[in-house]
Nanobody
Framework: EVQFVESGGGLVQPGGSLTLSCAAS????????LSWVRQAPGKELEWVTT????????WYGDSVKGRFTASRDNAKNTLYLQLNSATIEDTATYYC????????RGQGTQVTVSS
């Protein structure tokens, strides 16, 4: 059974940085393309980024391109998302998932951007 446990969320000031982590289990992590998605209050689920199995290539939504960086440690079965230059619009619950539309996502970790 695919399981994700996201962590690292919290309160960050506009312009600040935060690193999210996602511990995965139940599947062949090192061979699986993974994504981060997010959901802001009252809004639909939004794709954030996808990273290939080796961690050598990643793709980003326009709203986060140039500010967020996805990475992974296949030895630790862990996915990461580095948030830089945070804006109020980044406030959301962040999930890791096996697809760009959020399949198998975990319980999420809340990020609040506020001064």
């Amino acid at each position: 059974e695919v399981q994700f446990v996201e962590s690292g969320g919290g309160l960050v000031q506009p312009g600040g940085s935060l690193t999210l982590s996602c511990a995965a289990s139940g599947f062949r992590f090192s061979r699986t393309v993974l994504s981060w998605v997010r959901q802001a209050p009252g809004k639909e689920l939004e794709w954030v980024t996808t990273i290939n199995a080796a961690g050598t290539n990643s793709w980003y939504g326009d709203s986060v391109k140039g500010r967020f960086t996805a990475s992974r440690d296949n030895a630790k079965n862990t996915l990461y998302l580095q948030l830089n230059s945070a804006t109020i619009e980044d406030t959301a619950t962040y999930y890791c998932a096996t697809t760009t539309d959020g399949a198998n996502r975990g319980q999420g970790t809340q990020v609040t951007v506020s001064s």
